[in-house]
């Protein structure tokens, strides 16, 4: 092999800090450049300095003899594997990203893994890992050591001091009106957003857990109406309402729900979060977006506990990573992994496995029930696998996870699939819901979990921080069907919903609108916040919106 001559920490300190800055953050640089394309080299430069510098400090600090080539080689892994990430779908890093990595599936990561991931993690985390573990590193008697680290930290302080003030008006106005830059520095990053989510976590740990609408009880009209009633939840992924059809996109994309006599699409809806693992707890809350609070949500009731204490049944039917604790003290089905020989393959099924043994269900309803089915969606970055050929309608299609590799328009043709495909199962849902409207009450609401992005600023996928993201990720779709033998005993006028449906409404109304319509009566509801509320007859949503 070959002979590395040894060098003193502070050199490899100063090395691994530059590799760290050009070798990982080339989304950085990418988008720092187009956002100072006006203002020359000089905020470039000033900014680059000041990140060396932050690093070097850093890195000096945990540079002793047990801890340098241990953190520096968990550094350089994990930032390859972040850097691909960054750079492939131009996702931003913080804590909510985080946590959506943390709680997802098998399914979901395998649908990210791509040769490209593994030549960076070869290239940018092995090989550097290498060299690091072969050069000797001579180190100082602890006294001296410790000396030269501070005079190293302070020299390097000083040097971003110096740097901050002869270019305080540019970088301050770049620091002000781009606060994306951030988020978007590896490591410090996803290091910020552990550090973040391992809080969350250990204040989740130490609070207790609270219920909520412990009074909760049914209006004694409908408890008496003999006639049971199925509501059907469908929580939809990934879609964005840009892309529907029914809604004004200039494609077909809801060709069967277009022809479905009583359903009422919304048009201004937005989502509590840009991610799963934020907007369905959050939408199953009572907290709404602006005091959304994720260590509460994990140890707070929410929508499906009272339903469930006001004498409800509830089942959660899932076909993606689960409910992320909204379902956890009510009927879970998971048939994401069913061996359907039709609907299933490589480990997942199609979303219309939700709807199997549906006939069965209805037929053994004994009480009120209210059905949440999850689907699978348009979950992304595999589009082309979430819908069978059948449906695949708009060609070409970009039949790879690497999107920045394909043309938009196939990336598009690929997503719209989805959606024709989620059009077919919502459609055929409400058919079989139809077709029993005689013995069962029947009714079915579409709200998706967030947007998605394809390529439109660079983005793709979904995740982006809510005050940063684009409105494709957080434009939702929600669509409502009731059946007339529900209208009629839950006394709700469609015609008049029919005239709010291009009202604002968010996530934030579904807590209080589901309990409304079921005729929950709770001081935890909020007429304000329940959408049918003003087209209902003699319900307790209107009652209690008059007291």
């Given at each position: 092999?070959?002979?590395?001559?040894?060098?003193?920490?502070?050199?490899?300190?100063?090395?691994?800090?530059?590799?760290?800055?050009?070798?990982?953050?080339?989304?950085?640089?990418?988008?720092?450049?187009?956002?100072?394309?006006?203002?020359?080299?000089?905020?470039?430069?000033?900014?680059?300095?000041?990140?060396?510098?932050?690093?070097?400090?850093?890195?000096?600090?945990?540079?002793?003899?047990?801890?340098?080539?241990?953190?520096?080689?968990?550094?350089?892994?994990?930032?390859?594997?972040?850097?691909?990430?960054?750079?492939?779908?131009?996702?931003?890093?913080?804590?909510?990203?985080?946590?959506?990595?943390?709680?997802?599936?098998?399914?979901?990561?395998?649908?990210?893994?791509?040769?490209?991931?593994?030549?960076?993690?070869?290239?940018?985390?092995?090989?550097?890992?290498?060299?690091?573990?072969?050069?000797?590193?001579?180190?100082?008697?602890?006294?001296?050591?410790?000396?030269?680290?501070?005079?190293?930290?302070?020299?390097?302080?000083?040097?971003?001091?110096?740097?901050?003030?002869?270019?305080?008006?540019?970088?301050?106005?770049?620091?002000?009106?781009?606060?994306?830059?951030?988020?978007?520095?590896?490591?410090?990053?996803?290091?910020?957003?552990?550090?973040?989510?391992?809080?969350?976590?250990?204040?989740?740990?130490?609070?207790?857990?609270?219920?909520?609408?412990?009074?909760?009880?049914?209006?004694?009209?409908?408890?008496?109406?003999?006639?049971?009633?199925?509501?059907?939840?469908?929580?939809?992924?990934?879609?964005?309402?840009?892309?529907?059809?029914?809604?004004?996109?200039?494609?077909?994309?809801?060709?069967?729900?277009?022809?479905?006599?009583?359903?009422?699409?919304?048009?201004?809806?937005?989502?509590?979060?840009?991610?799963?693992?934020?907007?369905?707890?959050?939408?199953?809350?009572?907290?709404?977006?602006?005091?959304?609070?994720?260590?509460?949500?994990?140890?707070?009731?929410?929508?499906?506990?009272?339903?469930?204490?006001?004498?409800?049944?509830?089942?959660?039917?899932?076909?993606?990573?689960?409910?992320?604790?909204?379902?956890?003290?009510?009927?879970?089905?998971?048939?994401?992994?069913?061996?359907?020989?039709?609907?299933?393959?490589?480990?997942?099924?199609?979303?219309?496995?939700?709807?199997?043994?549906?006939?069965?269900?209805?037929?053994?309803?004994?009480?009120?029930?209210?059905?949440?089915?999850?689907?699978?969606?348009?979950?992304?970055?595999?589009?082309?696998?979430?819908?069978?050929?059948?449906?695949?309608?708009?060609?070409?299609?970009?039949?790879?996870?690497?999107?920045?590799?394909?043309?938009?328009?196939?990336?598009?043709?690929?997503?719209?699939?989805?959606?024709?495909?989620?059009?077919?199962?919502?459609?055929?849902?409400?058919?079989?819901?139809?077709?029993?409207?005689?013995?069962?009450?029947?009714?079915?609401?579409?709200?998706?979990?967030?947007?998605e992005s394809l390529g439109e600023y660079n983005l793709f996928l979904h995740g982006t921080p809510y005050l940063l993201a684009p409105d494709q990720q957080k434009h939702v779709p929600l669509m409502v069907w009731l059946s007339d033998n529900y209208q009629h005993s839950f006394a709700v006028d469609t015609e008049c919903l029919q005239k709010t449906r291009t009202g604002y409404l968010s996530?934030?109304?579904?807590?209080?609108?589901?309990?409304?319509?079921?005729?929950?009566?709770?001081?935890?509801?909020?007429?304000?916040?329940?959408?049918?509320?003003?087209?209902?007859?003699?319900?307790?949503?209107?009652?209690?919106?008059?007291?």
């Amino acid at each position: 092999m070959f002979n590395i001559k040894a060098v003193r920490p502070e050199v490899m300190t100063l090395f691994a800090s530059g590799f760290l800055l050009i070798g990982f953050n080339t989304t950085l640089w990418h988008h720092l450049f187009s956002i100072t394309d006006t203002t020359g080299m000089l905020p470039r430069l000033a900014f680059a300095v000041m990140v060396f510098f932050a690093f070097n400090i850093v890195l000096t600090l945990l540079a002793f003899r047990k801890t340098l080539k241990p953190v520096l080689t968990a550094l350089f892994m994990i930032s390859a594997g972040v850097a691909y990430f960054m750079s492939r779908y131009g996702v931003l890093i913080d804590t909510g990203m985080l946590r959506n990595f943390a709680e997802t599936n098998a399914t979901e990561v395998w649908d990210l893994l791509s040769l490209k991931l593994l030549a960076y993690w070869v290239l940018l985390g092995v090989l550097p890992s290498l060299i690091l573990w072969k050069t000797p590193i001579l180190f100082r008697q602890p006294p001296r050591e410790l000396i030269c680290k501070t005079l190293i930290s302070i020299g390097c302080a000083m040097v971003i001091g110096g740097v901050a003030l002869l270019n305080y008006q540019g970088l301050s106005s770049l620091f002000r009106n781009h606060h994306e830059l951030r988020l978007m520095v590896v490591p410090s990053n996803y290091i910020g957003a552990s550090f973040s989510y391992l809080r969350e976590q250990l204040v989740t740990a130490q609070k207790p857990f609270k219920t909520i609408g412990e009074d909760a009880i049914r209006d004694t009209r409908q408890a008496q109406h003999s006639r049971k009633s199925l509501t059907v939840l469908v929580v939809g992924e990934s879609a964005r309402a840009e892309n529907f059809g029914i809604l004004g996109y200039n494609r077909d994309t809801t060709p069967q729900m277009d022809k479905e006599p009583g359903v009422i699409a919304f048009t201004d809806v937005h989502s509590c979060g840009t991610e799963t693992a934020v907007s369905v707890p959050c939408m199953f809350s009572n907290m709404g977006r602006k005091n959304y609070d994720a260590s509460t949500a994990k140890t707070e009731e929410g929508l499906l506990d009272v339903l469930k204490r006001a004498g409800i049944d509830v089942v959660w039917r899932d076909n993606q990573s689960g409910c992320k604790g909204t379902c956890d003290r009510v009927v879970f089905e998971d048939v994401s992994n069913l061996k359907d020989p039709d609907l299933c393959a490589n480990k997942e099924c199609r979303d219309e496995i939700l709807l199997q043994g549906l006939q069965s269900f209805i037929d053994h309803l004994d009480k009120d029930t209210v059905l949440v089915l999850h689907q699978m969606g348009s979950h992304g970055p595999e589009y082309f696998k979430r819908y069978p050929k059948a449906f695949e309608k708009f060609t070409p299609v970009c039949e790879s996870n690497a999107l920045d590799q394909c043309s938009r328009d196939s990336i598009v043709n690929g997503y719209d699939n989805t959606l024709l495909y989620t059009d077919h199962v919502l459609a055929s849902l409400i058919d079989i819901l139809r077709s029993q409207q005689d013995k069962v009450d029947t009714a079915m609401m579409y709200l998706s979990d967030h947007g998605e992005s394809l390529g439109e600023y660079n983005l793709f996928l979904h995740g982006t921080p809510y005050l940063l993201a684009p409105d494709q990720q957080k434009h939702v779709p929600l669509m409502v069907w009731l059946s007339d033998n529900y209208q009629h005993s839950f006394a709700v006028d469609t015609e008049c919903l029919q005239k709010t449906r291009t009202g604002y409404l968010s996530q934030d109304n579904l807590f209080h609108s589901i309990l409304g319509l079921l005729n929950v009566r709770t001081h935890v509801y909020d007429p304000k916040l329940d959408m049918f509320a003003g087209c209902r007859n003699d319900s307790p949503a209107t009652i209690l919106a008059t007291q």
